[in-house]
């Protein structure tokens, strides 16, 4: 059988798309707004700087209008930035507002553009500070003006708009993943409640049902479900009032036969030889008839739920050896682990149901029990095993053989009901543990019970 590929939780996939979906979008409007917000900021400190370009080199002019040959003097007198710094060009003469910023400071591209007579502005990096430098060139004068302008300001304010436009994503990404979890959880919350009430009928709660829902779409997906319930319980009802009522209706016509043939097998030696081989063939079917019929109706009492647990404190190596002993298994070795000798709340009846059709599967289908064996199961409980040489059970059918009617490969053509391991199954789920069945080492199989310890039973 191929097996289902893993996947994510239905609530866990909603989350994960309402939170990529804010994500993208964050991120989209993140860095919309940040470029907006970087070209307005520069191209205002561009315009900014180009005005006072333009008017330092105005001034510049006026200086050399009126033939004013101290130009060291107005280029230092220049009113800017503190990291900001100027170059006055007079002929093949330079005039630095700064000693340390002199020609080789400015971009070679913008000086020799500005130079050959024209005008611009370039950004660039000096000691790993940004920097925006203007020039222009003052034709009527024989002169050039460049000055560079501190973009540091600007990037720490892009730096600040940037941090907390990726915070503001951050916090709409998780606050989505919230809201996703929290309304997945919500609009979930039917599809599990239908998963309680379904595992609840599962186990046995045939009048489980779904409680109406405000909103019309999903209560019409609980007036579905109850609709099913209702038609699941009343059609197991049926069927099981059915098999009871089939059981009792054969117990009187069963009840005559088997008092007519114990007669006659009374009298057996009066009757013929071949007439004694078909007594025989009868007799083993009136008895196998009989034995299923009880079965049937023990089966319809738990399913009606009639079949109480009535637990009493008993300890499995006082009981278990009398109950072997009063079925005919009294010379089956028992063998009692040291860490086994407690007691249990358990049900006496359900018990010798359980070693008696454990041990009759035994002779019947594993030719004999060979052993039966008390196990501690460290804090969960007390194992009861019985084990047999015979064929063993395929692995493909461990779980079928304990379904009603079922038999395995190697008990096919063997004398049985198909009906004392079901019986084993349900009163052990009865006693609130299991039933399975396992390899025994050396050949044959091992018939394995677990009884919880501190459990005095819940019933059907």
Known sequence: ?????????????????????????????????????????????????????????KAARDELRLGQTDLGRFITSIRNEDTGFALLYVGDTSYPQKVQYRQDSFPPDLVSQVLDGGSGQQRFQLRGEPYL???????????????????????????????????????????????????????????SRVAIAAGGIASGGLDIRMEPESDPELNRLAQSF???????????????????????????????????VE????????????????????????????????????????????????????????????????????????????????TLWIDKLRLERIVANLLDNARQHG?????????????????????????????????????RFARGTAARHRVGSGLGLALVAEHAHALGGDAWVEDRIGGGARFVVRFPFDRKGSGY
Not at 11 to 39: E, H, K
Not at 227 to 249: G, K, L, N, Y
């Open 1 to 57: 059988m191929k097996q289902p590929r893993r996947t994510l939780s239905l609530r866990t996939r909603v989350t994960l798309f309402l939170s990529l979906t804010a994500l993208v979008a964050s991120m989209s409007l993140t860095l919309l707004t940040y470029t907006s917000a970087r070209n307005y900021l520069l191209s205002q400190r561009s315009a900014v700087a180009r005005a006072q370009t333009f008017a330092n080199a």
């Open 133 to 191: 430098a203007v020039g222009v060139s003052i034709r009527e004068s024989n002169a050039n003006y460049i000055e560079a302008f501190p973009l540091a300001s600007t990037d720490r304010v892009l730096w600040v708009i940037g941090t907390a436009l990726l915070a503001g994503s951050a916090a709409i990404t998780l606050l989505a993943a919230a809201l996703g979890w929290w309304t997945s959880r919500r609009l979930l919350k039917p599809v």
């Open 226 to 260: 109850n609709d099913m319930a209702d038609a699941v319980q009343t059609r197991i009802e049926r069927e099981a009032r059915f098999a009871s009522d089939v059981s009792h209706e054969l117990r009187s016509p069963i009840t005559a036969l088997t008092a007519a």
């Open 263 to 342: 007669v006659l097998d009374a009298r057996r030696a009066d009757l013929p030889e071949r007439t004694q081989q078909a007594l025989d063939v009868v007799v083993n079917q009136v008895r196998r008839f009989d034995q299923m019929v009880m079965d049937l109706l023990e089966l319809a009492r738990i399913d009606s739920g009639v079949s109480d647990v009535n637990s009493e404190e008993l300890r499995l190596d006082e009981v278990v050896p009398r109950i072997a002993q009063r079925y005919g298994f009294g010379d089956v070795p028992i063998e009692v682990h040291p860490d086994a000798h407690r």
């Open 367 to 403: 030719g004999e029990p060979t052993r039966v064996s008390i196990e501690s199961d460290r804090d969960q409980g007390l194992l009861l095993a019985v084990e047999d040489s015979g064929p063993g059970v395929a692995r493909g059918e461990r779980q079928r053989i304990f379904e």
